[in-house]
Structures are given as C-alpha cells and as structure tokens.
DNA sequence: CGCTTAGTTTACCGATCGGTCAAGTTGACC
DNA sequence: GGTCAACTTGACCGATCGGTAAACTAAGCG
C-alpha cells in the first residue's frame, strides 16, 4: 500500500560519502538533499534527525561490506593470509578514495567516533558496535593463528585489542600525512605484535 | 604602546578546552568567546578566523606540555622507562579528563586531522606537525633502545611510526568506548612491537 | 599631559543551520 | 477504478553560524 521510493537508499548513499569524505559537522541536511536529489521534506519524512541518518547510514554500510569481510575471515583461510588479505583491501580501498578524491578518507566509524563519542551517544555507540563486530572477525583470527602454533599472544581478546589500535592509528595516521602508503607499515606491525613470521610465500 | 591584554590567552585556553571535549565544528565562534569572557569584536581582533585560533591553540598547548615531554624522553633515562613513563603518563592524563568530563577526549591534535584533514589544510598540516614532533621523540628512543641492545627493529623511522599509531589507535579505540582502561594495553602492545622485555623492575 | 595605538564594546550582517508543515501526488492493493 | 497510505513538494521557521564595522576606552610612552 502506498507508493515505493528509493529516496531512502539515496539519502544513506549520499550521507555516507559525504560525512566520510569531510566529516558530520561539515555536511549539512541540505548538502545531503541535494546529493540524493531529493527534498528535505523526504528527509524527515524517512529520518526523524540528522544522527539518525548518519547511525542508519554506517549500519547501512556494514551490511554491504560484511560479505566482503565474511570472506577475507573465513575460518578455511589461513589465519595469518587472513589478516594479510585485510591489509591489503584495506590499501586498496584507501588508495582507490584518495585516486578518487584526492584525499585519505580513512574509516568512516573511526572518524564518527573521533569526532562526536563525546557529544552524539548514539553515534558513539554505533561507532562501539562496529568495533566490536570487527574484534570478533580479529579475536577469531587469532585464535586459529595460535592453535596453529603461527602466532605467541597471552590474551587472543587483548591482542585483537591491540591490532585493532593499529588498524585505527594507522589509518589516521595516513589521513594526517594524507598519504596511503603510511599503510604499508600496517602488516608488519600487525605481524609483530602478534610474533607470527611474515608468511614467505603469500597467494597473489 | 596601547594597552595589554590577557584575552588572547584566555582565547586560546577556552577553544582548546571546548573543541577538545567537543569537536571543531561542534562549538562555535560565539561558545569560545562566552567560555573565555571575552567579546566577538576582541576574537577577531586577535584571530582572522575560527581555524586561526584552533592552530593557535594547539601551538600553545604544545608549547606548554613540550617540557613534559623533553623530561620524560630525557635522554639521560633508560629508554625503555622512556616509553613506560609516556604511557603511564597520558594514561593519568586521560583518567584525569574522564574524571572531570565524564568521558575519554582522547588526544585533540588526533581529533583535529581525524575530524578536518580533508576540509582545513592549515590544521592538517598543524595535525601533521605534532605527528612529526612526536615522531621525532619516538624515534630518538626507539634507537637508544636499539643501541643498548634492548630492543630489536629493522628501521627506528619505521617502528617510530608502527608506535605512534598505536598511541593513536589505542586513543581512539579508549574515547570510543569512553573507557580510559583501554589505554593500559598501549604499553604492551608497543613493547611487543619493539621486541623489547618488559623491565622487571620499573621506577615508581 | 596628551598623543598614539592596542584593545573593547555592541549592534549588526547575510547565509546557513536543523527541522516543520500542509497541501499535493502517486502507486499498490482490493 | 477507487481508496488510502506512502511519498513528494516547496515554502517556511526561529536560531545560530562565522564574520564585520565603527564608535569608544584606556594604557604605555614621550
């Protein structure tokens, strides 16, 4: 009953790549309108707020992505070619935005957190939830790497703790210099905290 | 010639508190001025804009922790207490802020290139600077640390940067989950990186 | 003392902010 | 094909945004 729109969609797409890009504060609804082509009226028809937008647009976001990273984490890869298939996306994907806009644009949940944990609770807790999904895909990886005898850790939940600080600090290191390539230190890092050997031969 | 004024300081100290525990785009021209008692004719009087004072800012918060600093990397200390006298140091400091604000601010050069990197040069490259400031401290220590044989790194530059994201990653990672306990994994994962023991004994 | 210059005060600017509203339009479903 | 709910439209709101201007005041200095 009633009519169908796409308007909804459109204002996730837009409000994603524009806050991702600049930053919340730095984007306005009208901004967002008129990325998504659409009226503010329908704005708030379809978000009763600016935040809520932006919390269902990260949501929005992880559902895309999570097939992805469902397969760079399957439990048949091996543990540490998991962790090196995500340092490698994660250069690509960072080194495509910037071809495309110039800039590091870094992770989009980091930036939220960084900018609104503490001003927008919902927004920070959106930011938490996707930290953790993301330790659970790292915990797990772990955990194989230790039962295989391919990393030393004391705690798998501390040490994914601790990778997941390299994610984040690299990636805004990058963003800082403006410069990808500060990434390619993420691996090794990664590799050392973990004391696992830098595998020799990595399928291409 | 003229009068003196302490506005300008009070300026300083007011943005750097309020954008700290908020964010840039968060508080505005007319916030600063009520914190600092100061009216909007004497802000511009002293600053050509809004993301004038937020460099100015964080040069002056740098020049007055820059002594901290200089003692705590002495060179003359161990440099492994080096490392545990900085994490155990900014761990106070964060505690310190959690217990006045209610949550983990985490550090305001970060928050800064985290929030306008890719809308501000000006505060990118103020962002970039702390980095380098701080980089150059780290990676001081890291060789001493390598020179005394306490450590083992391939490159100090390139360990010096694998810390300081951890210190950002780790910060971040605290301010998200607004729990400052976060940060005692900081000093263990960057020994780890170092390939440096623990001291047995630290100073008290 | 008086001049000069630095700093203060306050009213004001146009633009934009997030958000509202009521009237209009359309399509899915019976 | 009628109906009703879902969606669209565009004008509108008061508040606030960063920034300006000009008259005013006071302190340092000769």
Redesign the interface.
Known sequence: MGRTSDAREKLLNAALDLIW??????VSVDDICARADVNKGSFYHFFPSKSDLAVAAYEAHWQSTQPGLNQIFSPDTDPLDRLHQCCARLYDAQKMKFAE?G????CPY??A???????DPKI?AK??EM?DRWMDYLERTIRDAVALGLAEVVDPR?AA??V???????L??S????DPD?LL??E??IF??L?ANVPTAVAA
Chains 1, 2 share one sequence.
């Open positions: 890009t600049s930053s919340y504060g730095g806009y800039f590091v644009v870094g980091a930036n957190g960084s900018e609104l944990a503490t001003q920070r930011a938490q930290r501390s703790q601790q997941y600080s390299c994610f984040l600090g690299t805004l290191q963003k800082i210099l403006n500060i230190q993420l090794p890092a050392r905290l004391r």
